[in-house]
């Protein structure tokens, strides 16, 4: 939270860019309503996650990724679901979802790809990392003093290299 004094000024920057995502989880949920929940639970989630904010990083960009993981969790987790309509006379309505929610898995997940990247040059992994944390081109070319094309080279270059190292993730032998 560095760029800000306080958890106050936090919050109300937060908030002074609700409308500006909204726009964005309309284009997700494809439902205003939806697209509504999905602000407030980003909101959330910023707030009870501004210690993890970065000085250096986008706050509206921040807020995207908070928003996209969010909408593809949920996604996942509806797409698990599957509902069983009953046609008796009184119609009930079953989830069959009696899968347990392993949550180590994707934490090992993550940590196994964060080596990876971070095994990566970091001339490689730096602008890579800055791209995922929701900079643009530009501002990553700006912030590392390389021109643009070099900043999409290493992007494509890391991307490659990463993809190279995942093989055993997609072959499940990780």
Known sequence: M???KDKA??????????????????????????AEDLVQETMLKA???????????NL???????????????????SKRRVIHDNTPNNYIISSNN??????????????????????P????RPLMMMYEGFKYQEIADATGVPLGTVKSRIHL????LSEQLVGYRRGQL
């Open 99 to 120: 899968k347990e929610d392993n949550k180590a898995l994707p934490n090992l997940m993550f940590d196994d790809i964060y080596k990876m990247v971070m095994s990566i």
């Open 2 to 4: 560095a760029n800000f």
């Open 122 to 125: 970091e001339t490689l992994s």
């Open 60 to 78: 509206k960009a921040w807020l995207v990724v908070i928003m996209r993981n969010l909408f593809i969790n949920g996604y996942r987790k509806r």
């Open 9 to 34: 000024e936090f919050d109300r920057a937060v908030i002074e860019l609700r409308s500006a995502i909204k726009p964005y989880a309309v284009k997700l949920t494809q439902n205003t309503h939806d």
């Open 47 to 57: 707030f009870k996650n501004r210690d993890k904010y970065r000085k250096d990083t």
């Open 158 to 161: 890391a991307r490659q290299r």
